[in-house]
């Protein structure tokens, strides 16, 4: 069983920045792919980023946060981050980290991951 636990969440304004990160328990997790999805209050959870190699240099976003959020990994440190920057009061949410064993296609759904952190909430103010 693969423990995630995320951090970095907080309360910031509008244009501000925040890095969540998200440790993991395994010691293969170079192995894994690493999501991070987003649940806002009354609406489903979504996809926000991923980081489907292992190396970090494969990633996908969701249209909503490209160019403003990035994700990556520390695979000596068993860490995926997300650094969201320009933040906007529609970002607020709680955040989830999601590890899966193997790399595939299907990284943007739900179904296609194996564990899942606890949240973390982002709140952002006007």
């Known amino acids: 069983q693969v423990q995630l636990v995320e951090s970095g969440g907080g309360l910031v304004q509008v244009g501000g920045s925040l890095r969540l990160s998200c440790a993991a328990s395994?010691?293969?997790?170079?192995?894994?792919?690493m999501g991070w999805f987003r649940q806002a209050p009354g609406k489903e959870r979504e996809f926000v980023a991923a980081?489907?190699?292992?190396?970090?240099?494969?990633?996908a976003y969701t249209d909503s946060v490209k160019g403003r959020f990035t994700i990556s990994r520390d695979n000596a440190k068993n860490t995926v981050y997300l650094q969201m920057n320009s933040l906007k009061p529609e970002d607020t949410a709680v955040y989830y980290c999601a590890a899966r064993e193997k790399f595939g296609l299907e990284y943007r759904t739900l179904r296609y991951y194996d564990y899942w952190g606890q949240g973390t909430q982002v709140t952002v103010s006007s």
């Open positions: 980081v489907i190699n292992w190396n970090g240099g494969l990633t």
């Open positions: 395994e010691r293969t997790f170079s192995s894994y792919a």
